[in-house]
């Protein structure tokens, strides 16, 4: 651990958990991502394409690179579509340079979950269980249809099982839908942070430890926003205790930054408020959100070899993506370009 | 009208009857029509800044909804918004205005407009359904007063035709027919009144 400490740089240390060590098994996998990095997009084409004067000049920034429409591309739909084939490409490049097939299928029951949450939602409210369920997870979109159609849970992984088993009763407590979702959260990233324990990943421990504490910090804002008499929904595993959130809601907005004053999210946590207070919006939290985890995720720059780098590759190319769709999304439809900056920030 | 009219003091009888009533009708519907333009101008005022309202809180909806729409995974929109609680029931109970039957809309809500957990979902979506959720009112008093302006607008356009039938065609062919018969009963009464003067004459004579 000391020699970890070493590798943190002085100015981050106090912001970001350790990153870990070197994995020399994955050499040319990080010399590959890191060769690959250098083809993301930079933050000056986010901030060009959202000056640009109309969509299809901002599209037309894209078109020298991996995200260029086909010609005769007619709507949002065909861009919509060559975002979707681009993350696929990006999971698949993941799951080819990983050695450690836990990582991935760690970070493919994501999309496990998500799929749990919908064939939960139908199934608990008697509407069609349906076969429409994302293909990327680590169970087919088939064997859960199956799965639920013949409510047999044994031929699921256990953390869907047992995931599924507690949605359905703290469901049953008062037959609310979104009670289906706070468990699957709070079970999806207790997963995350065992499986990272397990794998002896410091730097998944400390980034799913992290997402855990923005998720929770967003869960703050959101509760204090729409007034919500739902306060055992933070998430547990991260940095910061449920208890310490719960204590913020009481707490006005222009005073809930000075919470934070010993974590390295008060900065976040005051902008976003303010701006929330302001602007009654979440794009300036969810943007600081964005790029408190890019921040960590770049971090792990330091590592020479391992598979940090090719985990915040992929992370970070999930969102060049979902930014991708932001920007053309507000700009197909005219909004203010005040507005996309504040969110890509 | 006049050539198959019969010159009869009973027909002219009849006649003035109708136009009586023909112009107590033409009174009548006169009085609906203003109260019909009345209302209708009052119903069209409000509609007008209630439509600019709904129109700003559907755009700023719509707005939100595209940023958190944008921001969000596929998968985990169709997790959050696949089964909707909340519920809305519209009851229409008729009202009438100047014997026009207009809808009176009552509404029933129930269960909470934000349906989903908050590991996965945007913020801007809460915005953009808390923002929906305050349109509801707005909007559905919109429908009412757009379909009561409505149903005032097609009652007008036809009180009209109808006011205009009886002041440009009907009162003046009546009146048309009266003086026709009133000519022929009298042009009768002079034939009449110059036969028996012949006729004295000829006797005298």
Wanted: net charge neutral; charged share 25%; with cysteine.
């Amino acid at each position: 651990m000391p020699q970890v400490k070493l590798r943190q740089s002085i100015l981050e240390f106090s912001t970001y958990p350790p990153v870990g060590d070197d994995d020399w098994r994955y050499a040319f996998a990080t010399a590959r991502v890191r060769a690959l990095e250098t083809q993301m997009l930079p933050r000056a084409t986010f901030q060009d394409m959202a000056n640009a004067q109309s969509f299809e000049n901002a599209l037309d920034m894209l078109s020298a690179g991996q995200y260029a429409v086909p010609k005769g591309a007619a709507g949002f739909a065909d861009i919509e579509e060559v975002l979707l084939q681009r993350r696929a490409e990006v999971r698949e490049l993941f799951a080819s340079l990983m050695i450690d097939e836990s990582i991935v299928e760690l970070f493919k029951s994501r999309d496990d979950f998500a799929n749990l949450r919908l064939a939960l939602r139908r199934a608990l409210t008697d509407k069609p269980v349906g076969a429409d369920y994302s293909p990327s997870g680590n169970v087919a979109p088939e064997v859960l249809e199956q799965a639920f159609a013949e409510e047999n849970y044994a031929v699921l992984p256990g953390y869907v099982r047992r995931a599924a088993e507690a949605a359905t009763i703290n469901y049953y407590q008062d037959k609310d839908v979104r009670r289906i979702d706070y468990e699957i959260d709070r079970l999806q990233a207790l997963h995350n942070i065992d499986e990272a324990r397990r794998l002896g990943s410091i730097f998944l421990d400390g980034l799913f430890r992290t997402q855990v504490d923005l998720t929770n910090i967003r869960t703050l804002l959101r509760l204090k926003f729409t007034e919500s008499e739902q306060i055992d929904v933070f998430l547990d595993g991260g940095f910061l205790e449920p208890a310490f959130y719960k204590h913020g809601l009481d707490l006005g907005y222009e005073a809930i930054g000075n919470l934070f004053f010993a974590t390295p999210y008060q900065h976040l946590v005051e902008v976003g408020a303010g701006y929330l207070a302001s602007n009654k919006s979440f794009l300036k939290t969810e943007g600081q959100c964005d790029r408190h985890l890019i921040g960590l995720l770049k971090s792990t720059a330091q590592i020479t070899a391992g598979p940090q780098p090719i985990i915040a590759y992929l992370l970070m190319k999930e969102h060049e993506i979902r930014t991708i769709r932001l920007v053309l999304t507000a700009k197909k439809n005219s909004l203010d370009t005040r507005l996309i900056l504040d969110r890509i920030a | 009208m006049l050539a198959n009219v019969n010159a009869t003091r009973m027909e002219l009888l009849r006649l003035r009857k109708r136009v009586a009533l023909a112009s107590r009708g033409h009174r009548l519907l006169s009085e609906k029509r203003d109260e019909i333009s009345r209302r209708l101008i009052q119903i069209a005022r409000g509609i007008s800044l209630l439509r600019k309202r709904v129109e700003a809180q559907l755009l700023e909806t719509c707005r939100r909804f595209m940023m958190a729409r944008a921001s969000m995974e596929p998968e985990h929109i169709k997790a959050a918004l696949a089964v909707p609680t909340k519920k809305l029931t519209l009851t229409v109970q008729f009202a009438s205005i100047m014997n026009v039957k207009v809808p009176h809309l009552l509404k029933e809500i129930s269960g909470r407009i934000i349906c989903y957990g908050f590991a996965t979902t945007s913020g801007e979506m809460d915005v953009a359904l808390i923002a929906l959720e305050k349109a509801f009112d707005d909007l559905v008093e919109l429908a009412e007063k757009e379909k009561q302006a409505a149903l005032l607008a097609t009652e007008l356009r036809m009180t009209r035709r109808r006011v205009n039938v009886l002041e440009h065609v009907i009162i003046p062919e009546l009146h048309e027919t009266i003086r026709f018969i009133f000519d022929k009963l009298a042009e009768a009464e002079r034939d009449n009144i110059s036969r028996l003067m012949k006729i004295t004459d000829i006797i005298r004579a």
